[in-house]
């Protein structure tokens, strides 16, 4: 049996979560069914920022592309390719739609769903990090307040789940086109990470001026504990930007597309998997859910309690991985057995089920307890039983190549008697 984790090569992006114009936002079931093809682990990396700030332009050369994602983007869409750095793992780009289109309930539901979807966050702003662009970022008061409507855990008190929010949240990536300085400190040259860090130092007092000078730097700081910056320069002339899409690498600055590039390389190097508690990597068809359950909560006008969230993923994803072994025993079983002599149809049978345990607990997620396992012995054991009394009682409807009439009932009865899924 192969273990092949398999995945999904897009020519294309489409739309992941459509958003109609009163902000009502669905996943699109075209998209799920891709996602339920790909059962290798997935790299997330969202993007979020003003309209026009270059941000499909980024993700187009993640992808390996000059072209794909659109500057008028509306809701999420989703670009799925194979990973280029990392074996059996796949790339999932997701590029939001503009955050400064006047409806900030729909704009904050919108950074919500970037940060909640993937391991890494980019966001994307053009010039420098002052307080008029983290004015801009207002988004993240709003995700701040709706952290304080999220559980961890339930009955947890909300300073002890509040510590544990960076945990579930992305890496954080800060893109500044159009960078209009020389990176100095002190007349000292710095790096793009130290500019970040010391734009979001915070002010000592108790002012109103100055905790909300505070605020949003704060946000960052609490809940992005892996945080970096990238500064790029103009990419061309003046008169060539309005045409930018239509432009190849040579018309492009060089010192711009060394700065593209070493993104992309920090970007495909250290974005990880998204993980769930306790570490588990999710695949596309995992996140698929994931996906699901979370905008199902802001159509409801909530965010749910992430624990619980965790749980209803794995009974979800624990069915299917059932379903699958014991569809995969059935297949295996009728396409393999040709022998008419009992004894070698149970050597067959032992053979099988360990193929469609072992497919079980490749597929399961955080069966702990074991009770997936133990459900699906039960399962195996109530279609052996099945394939059992048919043989005895119609013996000659059955297929002789599975059961065979050669023996006596009683010689029978021992011989599947003995066949026990106990030693599973």
């Keep these: 049996m192969t273990s092949f984790k398999s995945t999904v090569e897009m020519r294309e992006p489409i739309c992941l979560i459509e958003s109609d114009e009163s902000g009502c936002m669905c996943v699109r079931r075209e998209a799920l069914e891709i996602l339920e093809q790909i ?91 002052d307080d008029d662009a983290l004015e801009k970022l207002h988004c993240m008061e709003y995700v701040t307040e709706l952290l304080w409507h999220i559980k961890v855990k339930s009955g947890s008190g909300d300073e002890d789940q509040f510590k544990e929010f960076k945990s579930f949240f992305p890496s954080f990536v800060w893109t500044l086109q159009d960078f209009p300085f020389t990176l100095e400190l002190e007349e000292r040259p710095i790096t793009a990470n130290q500019y970040l860090e010391d734009a979001l130092q915070l002010k000592t007092g108790s002012s109103s001026q100055i905790l909300q000078y505070n605020q949003t730097r704060c946000c960052l700081r609490e809940f992005f504990s ?62 698929g859910n994931l996906t699901e359950m979370y905008v199902e909560a802001i159509h409801c006008g909530e965010v749910p309690c992430l624990d619980e969230t965790m749980e209803s993923l794995v009974v979800i994803q624990n069915s299917c991985a059932a379903t699958e072994a014991v569809e995969y ?96």
Excluded at 232 to 255: G, H, M, N, V, Y
Excluded at 260 to 271: A, H
Excluded at 334 to 359: G, P
């Design 329 to 424: 025993y059935q297949r295996e079983m009728w396409s393999r057995v040709t022998t008419e002599t009992q004894k070698e149809w149970s050597v067959i049978h032992e053979v099988v089920k360990r193929e469609a345990m072992k497919l079980l607990i490749n597929n399961s997620l955080g069966d702990l307890d074991q009770h997936c396992q133990q459900e699906f012995k039960r399962s195996l054991q109530s279609l052996y039983e099945e394939y059992y009394w048919q043989r005895m009682e119609e013996p000659h409807q059955m297929n002789t190549s599975v059961f065979s009439p050669e023996k006596t009932n009683s010689e029978k009865d021992d011989t599947f008697m003995l066949c026990s899924l106990d030693s599973i």
């Design 39 to 129: 059962t290798q682990p997935v790299v997330v990396v969202a993007i979020v920022g003003l309209c026009r700030t270059g941000k499909s332009f980024l993700m187009n050369r993640l992808a390996g592309k000059h072209t794909g994602f659109e500057s008028n983007t509306r809701g999420i869409w989703m670009w799925c390719v194979s990973h280029p750095c990392k074996a059996e793992h796949t790339l999932v780009l997701l590029d939001t739609e503009g955050l400064d289109k006047g409806d900030e309930k729909h704009d904050t539901w919108l950074f919500c769903l970037a940060v909640l979807l993937s391991s890494t966050l980019v966001y994307n702003s053009i010039g420098a990090i």
């Design 226 to 287: 892996v945080r970096k910056c990238f500064v790029f320069e103009c990419p061309a002339s003046i008169e060539r930007i309005k045409q930018l899409r239509s432009l190849t690498d040579a018309d492009l600055e060089p010192t711009f597309l060394e700065q593209v590039q070493d993104f992309c390389g920090y970007i495909l190097t250290n974005s990880h998997a998204k993980t769930m508690r306790g570490g588990l990597e999710l695949t596309g068809r995992i996140w």
